[in-house]
């Protein structure tokens, strides 16, 4: 690549904070996770995960949510706790492992004022600005001027045991309600002291001073970054234009104002935080260049960045001076590598399907729907070598075969990949043309092209069968043929007002004006909300009391917002009776009623096609089965199998 050629000159031109020059304008911005021991210490794998974002390329890995006050500021059980001395021995090693990649560690400065849930638990005392009642009728109590002071210092000790421990900048996090934003908020800062209340001035007396303090414990030149929010995007909370006065006061305080949007506690705008797939691409850089305005310090962008394009463009036009990224760079940690060598079509898109941080809410772990390496970092790089190269059969080109097939082609295996219908994407092809599914068709199209790349021999039209594999000879087969819509036995399922999920996606013209959709998953609440889309009125059914997220808790936050938006109907906790040619019968308890539908959709789940799986089971030497041939499984789980059982050979 020639000088003259390189396409994203603006993304790739070194910043400077303070005293600290920074490779491109790329940041992987703050991540928390929970791989820390018995005394909230990183471990091994903390450290892989953070570090594999260095060796992609980005110019600054931030460690997210490390509290600095144990006592009074966590509001989560598995944080990094800065005032622990404890910690200062795999802190060294986690900035160490950062930096030697040629990135700067940063580590995030948290407090959780009115929300410190587990200090609480602990049998602290939780205080906020002033005194109040959380959402879930919790007390907390106005911060006395001693703890205010405390805390400051508190702030100073962590930037001040951050630095000593390697970290090459500090983020201090002043936004998504947490205590800092809390005290800035005139919505919630109710004081009548010197630290609050209806002046300005008063609410930015404890962060500036926190920012003092830090700038006196760090030293000069050292970059102090805060985050604070553009507007928190709620009647609870302040809007932009309180957001731009906030950011005025800092300006000039700090080396980088890193503007993100919403506030983290409430449910109605998480998904503005974390944008979903409902948004576009880069759609909070507006609250960036709103702030950018209005102050001279340097100013970041965070939320749903992943297209090169855009982001050139962003600074390129001065709406911002950095990109910061979070959930692209655990779909491709190689981002910014890959797109200064303009290897763009090689960049594994985010389905922004919050998978990641949904599992580690409820599995305490980070793994990441499309890429199987993201909470794996150690066993990948230390990945067992394979015996020798082996024809591997792979059955199904779905999700999980292509993964597999491209992994084992890696590994220098001779692959042979085969799919009995005629177009490669298994059952997500059919929502090619949903518009809030485009990520997942840009993830289909990148993995069909990584499968070309590959040398793997694809064939299409050809069922694996017993005969097919006695003829091939294979050492290995992968077995992931997928599953077929389930249809239970309801009096009027076979009617011809009635059609499964698949059956919509790929012909929306079947859908009457009136749908009535049979299954509150994923699978049944995405396509109702695309069929709201298209002016049908709909309704769903789902025999449980709420709607099923999949343990997908987050993504549920961007449904539930949808269907509120879109007016669909819900009937909860109730069973379908009967299908008739206008209406379907449900009983809600004991009580039955009649629901119009010209047309019904089921969307009860799927069947594996164990049967067709487990006849291959002797026609190799080694046989695997992967994906929801097994048991029905989503896009992270496909990948992982497909991942391990590549592993395995």
């Known amino acids: 690549m020639s000088s003259r050629e390189f396409k994203y000159r603006h993304l790739f031109e070194p910043i ?3 005293k600290q020059v920074f490779r491109n304008r790329l940041f992987a911005s703050p991540v928390s996770g929970r791989n820390i021991d018995a005394i909230n ?17 980005a110019a600054s890995v931030c460690l997210g949510d490390c509290v600095v006050d144990s006592v009074n500021g966590l509001f989560g059980e598995h944080m990094i706790c800065l005032d622990d001395v404890r910690g200062h021995s795999p802190m060294c090693r986690m900035a160490t492992s950062i930096s030697r990649y040629g990135a700067v560690a940063s580590v995030e400065l948290q407090h959780g004022g009115l929300y410190s849930k587990h200090s609480r638990a602990l049998g602290n005392t939780v205080y906020g600005p002033c005194h109040g009642f959380d959402a879930e009728g919790n007390e907390y109590f106005e911060m006395p001027e001693d703890i205010i002071l405390k805390t400051i210092n508190a702030y100073a000790g962590a930037a001040a045991f951050a630095k000593s421990c390697g970290f090459g900048m500090v983020t201090i996090h002043g936004g998504h309600g947490w205590l800092m934003s809390q005290f800035m908020s005139s919505k919630v800062n109710r004081r009548t002291d010197m630290w609050g209340g209806d002046r300005l001035e008063n609410r930015m007396r404890f962060p500036l001073a926190v920012i003092k303090a830090v700038r006196e414990a760090v030293g000069p030149g050292f970059p102090i970054e805060i985050r604070i929010s553009g507007s928190e995007v709620t009647e609870a909370g302040y809007d932009l234009d309180e957001g731009i006065e906030i950011a005025k006061a800092l300006d000039g305080h700090v080396d980088l104002i890193h503007v993100s949007a919403g506030h983290h506690e409430r449910p109605e705008v998480f998904t503005v935080t974390h944008p979903s797939i409902f948004m576009e691409d880069s759609c909070n850089a507006v609250y960036a260049a709103a702030v950018k305005k209005h102050v001279r310090t340097p100013v970041a962008t965070v939320g749903a960045h992943c297209n090169p394009d855009i982001l050139e463009e962003i600074i390129a036009s001065g709406k911002a001076d950095v990109i910061e990224m979070a959930r692209a760079l655990m779909a491709d940690p190689d981002l910014p590598a890959k797109a200064r060598r ?19 809410i409820t599995n305490g772990q980070i793994h990441c729907a499309v890429n199987p390496e993201i909470g794996r970092e150690r066993e990948c790089i230390r990945r067992p070598k394979s015996s020798g190269v082996k024809t591997v059969l792979v059955a199904g080109g779905g999700i999980g075969g292509m993964e597999t097939a491209i992994e084992a082609a890696k590994k220098g295996h001779r692959v042979i990949l085969c799919e009995k219908s005629g177009e490669l994407g298994g059952a997500l092809k059919c929502e ?11 993830y289909i199209e990148y993995q069909i092209k990584e499968l070309e ?12 069968t017993p005969e097919l594999a006695d003829s091939i000879s294979p050492d290995v087969i992968v077995a992931a043929l997928g599953a077929v819509p389930y249809m239970p036995e309801i009096p009027g399922i076979h009617g011809k007002n009635v059609f499964t ?15 009535t959709v049979l299954g509150g998953g994923l699978v049944g609440t995405e396509l109702a909300i695309y069929l709201a889309g298209l002016n049908k009125k709909v309704t ?13 808790i987050l993504h549920q936050f961007a449904l539930d917002r949808e269907i509120a938006l879109r007016g669909i109907d819900l009937c909860l906790g109730s069973e379908v009776r009967e299908i008739l040619s206008d209406s379907v019968i449900i009983e809600t308890g004991e009580i039955r009623r009649k629901i119009s539908a010209e047309t019904v959709v089921c969307a009860l789940g799927q069947a594996p096609l164990k049967e067709e799986a487990w006849a291959l089971r002797f026609c190799a030497p080694e046989f695997h089965v992967i994906g929801d041939c097994l048991v029905p499984k989503n896009i992270m789980q496909a990948t992982a199998m497909a991942n391990a059982a590549v592993n395995m050979i």
């Open 453 to 464: 790349k590959s040398g793997a021999d694809i064939r299409l039209n050809t069922a694996v």
């Open 432 to 442: 090619k043309n949903v518009p809030f599914k485009k990520k997942i068709r840009a």
């Open 41 to 57: 210490r990183p471990d091994d794998n903390y450290i892989a995960f953070y570090t594999r974002k260095a060796m992609g390329g």
């Open 501 to 515: 999920a698949e059956d919509i996606y790929r012909d929306p013209t079947k859908a009457g004006g009136t749908v």
């Open 540 to 552: 769903i059914i789902e025999r449980l009391p709420a709607l099923n997220s999949g343990g997908n």
């Open 342 to 360: 303009g290897e763009t079509d090689d960049i594994r898109p985010c389905l922004r399907c919050l998978a990641c941080f949904s599992h580690l």
């Open 16 to 18: 400077t904070l303070g």
